[in-house]
């Protein structure tokens, strides 16, 4: 397990952009595939985007395709969202999660059960 600590959120408007950090201190982060997912109240928790241990491979719900982008920083032991084109309802709590699996290939609707290690959450509001 990993302890994760998500930064970044906001509040924006419309059409704004934002870019959420998801770090750990433990350098083995960097061998565990990390994915991000949201839940705003009253909903499921969902899954955002995905990124394998190396960084060659990713994945992205349909709702984020094309608006956010998945990145990681090794030196950094640092994975990034960056969320443009914000929309009201992309207005939740965001929440980084670590699967020991490193993944060679980024699965398209990863289990919640799949991650042992979650960060706090991380607000993000877009007003209209």
């Known amino acids: 397990q990993v302890q994760l600590v998500e930064s970044g959120g906001g509040s924006v408007q419309t059409g704004g952009s934002l870019r959420l950090s998801c770090a750990a201190s433990?350098?083995?982060?960097?061998?565990?595939?990390v994915a991000w997912f949201r839940q705003a109240p009253g909903k499921e928790r969902e899954f955002l985007a995905g990124?394998?241990?190396?960084?060659?491979?990713?994945s992205y719900a349909d709702s984020v395709k094309g608006r956010f982008t998945i990145s990681r920083d090794h030196t950094e032991s640092t994975v990034y969202l960056e969320m443009d084109s914000l929309k009201p309802e992309d207005s939740a709590v965001y929440y980084c999660?670590?699967?020991?699996?490193?993944?060679?290939?980024?699965?398209?609707?990863?289990?919640?059960?799949?991650?042992?290690?979650w960060g706090q959450g991380t607000q993000v509001t877009v007003s209209s």
């Open positions: 999660a670590a699967d020991s699996e490193r993944w060679g290939t980024a699965p398209s609707h990863p289990e919640l059960s799949d991650f042992g290690s």
């Open positions: 433990e350098p083995t982060f960097n061998a565990y595939a």
């Open positions: 990124i394998s241990w190396r960084g060659r491979s990713t």
